[in-house]
């Protein structure tokens, strides 16, 4: 059974950088055949993707938030990292990493999330 | 960017009731449709997959129906252990997104 765990600070001052890793569990990051996804949920709202990468490294971002976002992975620790520049309050969410199909059919698994604020 | 429209946004059911839940999409997504169950704290976890297949390991009670831009959650025979926050996604174009959500509350 895949399990995903996310980390990293859960307090992020305005115009830093929010940096967040997943850890990938019962399962090889270097499977050739998903994308390792992070998407978010602002309190009171809806989810929103943010982006996703394949093991070699190709990249896919939300038009909506490109400019800010870099997505990362590194196989010989099975994990893969979120970078979002220039945060504002409008940020705070909690942010969840997960597994998706490489050929459609969207995500199969999820992690627990992990709550981030954005407040000086 | 598809809009998925999912209501209602919160449900209150009593043990052995039938409840549906809607997600309406803005575009033509033919089948791409999942959903998901969510309880406070934990992963989500997936039960429909390309709008009617059930995902193995997941409870008969649930099913999937719909096409095109209109997609349905039923629970049949709803328990206890079904009080959760429920969502749509969509993965037929770029980027995925999500219904707004569904809170099932079990009196």
């Known amino acids: 059974q895949v399990q995903l765990q996310e980390s990293g600070p859960g307090l992020v001052k305005p115009s830093q950088t929010l940096s967040l890793t997943c850890t990938v569990s019962?399962?090889?990051?270097?499977?050739?055949?998903?994308?390792w996804s992070w998407i978010r949920q602002p309190a009171g709202k809806g989810l929103e993707w943010i982006g996703r990468?394949?093991?070699?490294?190709?990249?896919n971002y939300n038009p909506s938030l490109k400019s800010r976002v870099t997505i990362s992975v590194d196989t010989s620790k099975n994990q893969f990292s979120l970078k979002l520049s220039s945060v504002t309050a409008a940020d705070t969410a909690v942010y969840y990493c997960?597994?998706?199909?490489?050929?459609?059919?969207?995500?199969?698994?999820w992690g627990q999330g992990t709550l981030v604020t954005v407040s000086s | 960017e598809t809009t998925l429209t999912q209501s209602p946004a919160f449900m209150s059911a009593t043990p052995g009731d039938k409840v549906n839940i809607s997600c309406k999409a803005s575009?033509?997504?033919?089948?791409?449709m999942n959903w998901y169950q969510q309880k406070p704290g934990e992963a989500a976890i997936f039960i429909i997959q390309?709008?009617?297949t059930l995902v193995p390991g997941i409870p008969p009670r649930f099913s999937g129906s719909g096409y095109g831009t209109d997609f349905t959650l039923t629970i049949n025979n709803i328990e206890s252990e079904d009080a959760a926050y429920y969502f749509c996604?969509?993965?037929?174009?770029?980027?995925?997104?999500f219904g707004g959500g569904t809170k099932v509350e079990i009196k």
């Open positions: 990468i394949y093991t070699s490294g190709s990249t």
């Open positions: 996604l969509q993965h037929d174009n770029f980027p995925l997104t």
């Open positions: 575009q033509d997504i033919d089948d791409d």
């Open positions: 019962g399962g090889s990051i270097s499977s050739g055949s998903y994308y």
């Open positions: 390309e709008a009617t």
């Open positions: 997960a597994r998706e199909y490489y050929y459609g059919s969207g995500v199969d698994y």
